[in-house]
């Protein structure tokens, strides 16, 4: 993944960058930052290293100047992705890691989680399913003890019509809202008896 030198192109001959076309050069902003790679017209294009100036650092395709193909992508923060990009923006199949560890595999649109993706978090717990803008909107939630959620999501909360599966067997079937139960629903005990009718804030009112 990036720019190798031992495989690139001709090194580029000039002082004016400008002028560099289908070589390998090095190139410094005056903020500081340092692009390492393929020049085509004078400006990134094939593959290439740039060093922003936090110190972070993208290794990967370029095209017209822009981030764009298959890339790395290591944040000063401690993120990463790796995956597609075009126009500079996190755009097609990728993993981004966070730097607290949780993982998110899937597709991107316009540098956000959207589309189909798997999210992990540190603690265990796992989505899969629906994301639009960075959210979970409609899919599967499972814990390391066993419970499950399968259904709809609001702001990254249980929000809408779902069903929740405790591992003993315990289940509600119904409304949520902000991840409580929330409207018409119906709870069934392990042994099998069950409640049916309105909840209001995790609790069955009637």
């Not at 996190?90 to 589309?115: C, M, P, Q, S």
């Not at 259904?151 to 119904?174: C, M, P, R, W």
């Amino acid at each position: 993944m990036g720019f190798n030198a031992a495989n690139a192109m001709p090194k580029c001959v000039g002082e004016q960058s400008f002028e560099w076309k289908d070589c390998q050069g090095t190139f410094t902003f005056e903020n500081g930052e340092e692009y390492v790679g393929e020049f085509n017209n004078g400006i990134p294009h094939g593959q290439g290293n740039y060093i922003l100036e936090d110190g972070s650092i993208y290794s990967g395709g370029f095209k017209d100047g822009a981030k764009h193909g298959q890339g790395t992508f290591s944040y000063s923060n401690g993120e990463k992705y790796v995956g597609e990009f075009k126009d500079s923006m996190r755009d097609g199949l990728g993993t981004f890691i966070h730097a607290n560890g949780d993982r998110y595999v899937g597709e991107f649109k316009d540098d956000k989680f959207n589309g189909q993706g798997i999210y992990t978090f540190a603690d265990g717990r796992k989505y899969v399913g629906e994301f639009k803008v960075n959210k979970r909107v409609r899919g599967t939630y499972t814990w390391p003890n066993g419970d499950k959620y399968v259904g709809e999501s609001k702001n990254n909360k249980l929000h809408g019509q779902g069903i929740f599966t405790f591992a003993d067997g315990e289940k509600y079937v119904g409304e949520f809202k902000d991840g409580e139960y929330h409207g018409q629903g119906t709870y069934t005990e392990a042994d099998g008896s069950k409640v049916t009718g309105e909840f209001k804030d995790g609790n069955f009112v009637k």
